[in-house]
């Protein structure tokens, strides 16, 4: 899909609390009632068009959830991974956090980065695997060291970036074992963590591999 299309799509779930409803069925309003543990944020960076663009200008909110039955309407409803142009992310993040590393709740932490290259067909299920997995809290059962998942779209691969509130190595160490599992990597793919103190460095070094 083209860049304005994949905009004029997300801009039909525009951000307001009462967007999930008006994207559900009259039957699925009344059946919704598995709350998740927090409330998540869609975000969405489109491609620079103009070099006048800052950061700021291409990422903004979609729109939010609260329950598993809203999750699946607005996945249901947006552009999938393989539709999106090249140069664009989606984020989803816990609460009111944004998906940048300046963010208070992301400052002190990292993310654990993953590339998939070429032409994949499994990552629209990955991509689905990590997004269930966090909002789900399987992979951070009990600490909510977990911010955020990120996938993003570059020339020949896709990305995927957990990102955490700390640089804590206890929790992450068992943190990247699970994200493992969930993308089905095995003993020879690499996982790395990156701090996001080093992310201004010109050539960041993972701080951590599995």
Same mark, same amino acid.
């Given at each position: 899909?083209?860049?304005?299309?994949?905009?004029?799509?997300?801009?039909?779930?525009?951000?307001?609390?009462?967007?999930?409803?008006?994207?559900?069925?009259?039957?699925?309003?009344?059946?919704?009632?598995?709350? =998740?543990?927090?409330?998540?944020?869609?975000?969405?960076?489109?491609?620079?068009?103009?070099?006048?663009?800052?950061?700021?200008?291409?990422?903004?909110?979609?729109?939010?959830?609260?329950?598993?039955?809203?999750?699946?309407?607005?996945?249901?409803?947006?552009?999938?991974?393989?539709?999106?142009?090249?140069?664009?992310?989606?984020?989803?993040?816990?609460?009111?956090?944004?998906?940048?590393?300046?963010?208070?709740?992301?400052?002190?932490?990292?993310?654990?980065?993953?590339?998939?290259?070429?032409?994949?067909?499994?990552?629209?299920?990955?991509?689905?695997?990590?997004?269930?997995?966090?909002?789900?809290?399987?992979?951070?059962?009990?600490?909510?060291?977990?911010?955020?998942?990120?996938?993003?779209?570059?020339?020949?691969?896709?990305?995927?970036?957990?990102?955490?509130?700390?640089?804590?190595?206890?929790?992450?160490?068992?943190?990247?074992?699970?994200?493992?599992?969930?993308?089905?990597?095995?003993?020879?793919?690499? =996982?790395?963590?990156?701090?996001?103190?080093?992310?201004?460095?010109?050539?960041?070094?993972?701080?951590?591999?599995?």
């Amino acid at each position: 899909m083209s860049v304005d299309e994949v905009t004029q799509k997300l801009d039909e779930t525009k951000l307001n609390e009462d967007t999930p409803k008006t994207i559900l069925s009259d039957s699925t309003q009344f059946e919704y009632k598995h709350p =998740l543990n927090t409330k998540w944020t869609l975000w969405y960076t489109k491609p620079a068009v103009d070099k006048s663009e800052s950061w700021s200008d291409l990422l903004r909110p979609v729109t939010s959830f609260e329950t598993v039955e809203e999750f699946w309407a607005i996945f249901k409803n947006i552009p999938t991974p393989i539709d999106l142009p090249l140069k664009s992310d989606y984020h989803v993040f816990r609460n009111d956090i944004r998906p940048e590393w300046e963010d208070e709740a992301n400052s002190k932490g990292g993310k654990w980065s993953f590339q998939v290259r070429g032409k994949n067909n499994n990552v629209e299920e990955l991509w689905m695997r990590s997004l269930m997995a966090v909002i789900g809290e399987t992979i951070d059962e009990d600490e909510y060291q977990i911010n955020g998942v990120v996938l993003s779209v570059r020339k020949g691969t896709y990305k995927f970036a957990l990102w955490t509130k700390s640089e804590d190595r206890e929790p992450l160490f068992e943190i990247g074992k699970k994200f493992k599992q969930v993308l089905k990597l095995n003993d020879e793919n690499q =996982l790395e963590f990156f701090p996001h103190s080093s992310a201004n460095n010109k050539h960041p070094q993972p701080s951590i591999t599995l």
